[in-house]
C-alpha cells in the first residue's frame, strides 16, 4: 500500500504542477508584453525630455536676444539735447509731452536724467527734431482742436 500512496502523490504533484503551469502561462506573457510596453514608454519619455530640454534651451536663447534688442535702439536718447530740442521748437515741457504723447512729468524726468523714454517715446522724439516751430506749432493747435 505504501506503494499506492507515493503514486497517488507523486500524480497529484504532477497534476498540480501542471494546473499551475496552465494558469501561470497568460500572467507570464501578460508581465511580458508590459515589460516592452514600459520600456517603450521609458524610450519615448527620454525622447520628450531630450525635446523639451532642447524647446528650453531654444527660448532662453531667444529670451536672451529679445533682451538684447530694446537696448539697441535705433534712436540713441541724450538727456542734454531734450532741452536744447524743446528751446529751438519753441514749446513747454507740458507741450512737449503732449507732442510725444506723454504727461509733463515725463519729460522734466528725461531732462533730470532721472528715467530713460521707452522705445516708442524715442521713435516719437527723434520724428520732432526734423520739425520746425511752425509745424509744432500746428501740430499742437490741432491736438487742442480734438
Known amino acids: 500500500m505504501a506503494d499506492v500512496a507515493g503514486l497517488l ?5 504532477r497534476l498540480s504542477k501542471k494546473t499551475v503551469k496552465q494558469a501561470l502561462a497568460p500572467l507570464q506573457r501578460s508581465a511580458a508584453t508590459h ?7 521609458k524610450r519615448q519619455v527620454a525622447s520628450l525630455e531630450k525635446a523639451v530640454s532642447t524647446q528650453w534651451k531654444m527660448a532662453a536663447e531667444q529670451k536672451q536676444t529679445a533682451t538684447v534688442e530694446p537696448e539697441v535702439a535705433p534712436h540713441r536718447f541724450v538727456a542734454k539735447g531734450l532741452k536744447p530740442l ?6 513747454s515741457q507740458e507741450e512737449f509731452g503732449k507732442l510725444v504723447g506723454v504727461s509733463a512729468q515725463s519729460v522734466y524726468s528725461w531732462e533730470r536724467q532721472t528715467a ?6 524715442l521713435a516719437a522724439i527723434a520724428a520732432l527734431r526734423r520739425l520746425g516751430k511752425r509745424e509744432a506749432r500746428k501740430r499742437l493747435e490741432a491736438m487742442a482742436a480734438e
Not at 35 to 41: G, Y
Not at 116 to 121: E, K, L, S, T, V
Open 35 to 41: 515589460r516592452h510596453e514600459i520600456a517603450a514608454l
Open 86 to 91: 524743446r528751446t529751438r521748437l519753441g514749446v
Open 116 to 121: 530713460r523714454p521707452r522705445p516708442a517715446q
Open 9 to 13: 502523490k507523486a500524480e497529484i504533484v
